[in-house]
């Protein structure tokens, strides 16, 4: 499996026959995300599972294009997600945007979520039992998507998803497996690029990968 994560090539092709086996060719009913993504909406509600929803403004559930090849997951909302109930709308999801924008597409075209759905006060780290309780929904909105890449965004989220300590800057460059029809690329997160725009070089590195696991066009070289 390592080796063939290491082949973006065979990756490829490989995720393709595994999503041809998931969803064979002549479906009786043709899957619909937008209504599965609407189902796990309706199960989440106006959640108070956890003691977050005691000081969030705004449950952010998630946003862009229910039919998306490409997700990009964070930790948590911040204050901006907080206010306006929507992901990566501040500072730092600006510069996602611009991400996205270099890649060729825009945000309506990709999914963003996070692990949580609430902002944690002060923008603390989410802790053990509030991610316990929450990811599962993000779980079924991968489900609903089933997008071919998942882009996890910095440390927290990519060691959540892939379920290891090892840092951030060892994961990046590279895609694991996430399940049998996706991989998934960590990156820096751009809260991060903000304070280190050094890291920019590495982060579009990382987002070339993902191009050329979807079979995006590269922009020409300037
Ligand atoms: N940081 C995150 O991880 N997620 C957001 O939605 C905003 C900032």
């Known amino acids: 499996m390592t080796d063939l994560y290491n082949d973006l090539n065979q990756l490829k092709a490989h995720l393709e026959r595994q999503r041809e086996l998931k969803n064979p060719g002549v479906q009786i ?49 911040g204050a901006d997600e907080d206010i306006q109930g929507e992901p990566f709308v501040g500072r730092a999801g600006q510069l996602l945007g611009k991400i996205i924008a270099a890649m060729g ?47 996890a965004l910095g440390t927290f ?6 379920k290891t300590d090892t840092t951030i800057g060892r994961l990046r460059g590279r895609p694991h497996p996430f399940n049998e029809t996706c991989a998934l690329i960590p990156t820096y997160h751009p809260a991060y690029l903000l304070r ?20 995006w066009p590269l922009p020409a070289k300037a």
């Not at 075209?109 to 509030?130: F, G, M, S, T, W």
């Not at 280190?196 to 979807?214: F, G, N, R, T």
């Open 29 to 77: 009913e043709k899957r619909n995300p937008e209504k599965l993504l609407a189902a796990v909406s309706l199960e989440l509600g106006d959640c108070q599972r956890c003691n977050l929803h005691t000081t969030r403004t705004h449950l952010v559930f998630g946003k862009g294009n229910p039919d998306a090849d490409l997700m990009f997951v964070g930790e948590a909302p």
């Open 105 to 151: 597409k825009t945000r309506d075209q990709v999914y963003i979520a996070n692990i949580l759905k609430c902002r944690p006060p002060e923008n603390r780290n989410p802790n053990p039992d509030e991610i316990a309780i929450c990811s599962p929904f993000l779980m079924q909105q991968i489900e609903a998507i089933q997008p071919k890449v998942i882009c």
């Open 196 to 215: 280190s725009p050094s890291k920019k070089k590495e982060v579009w590195e990382d987002m070339q990968v993902i191009m050329k696991l979807l079979s």
């Open 157 to 162: 989220a990519a060691q959540t998803m892939l």
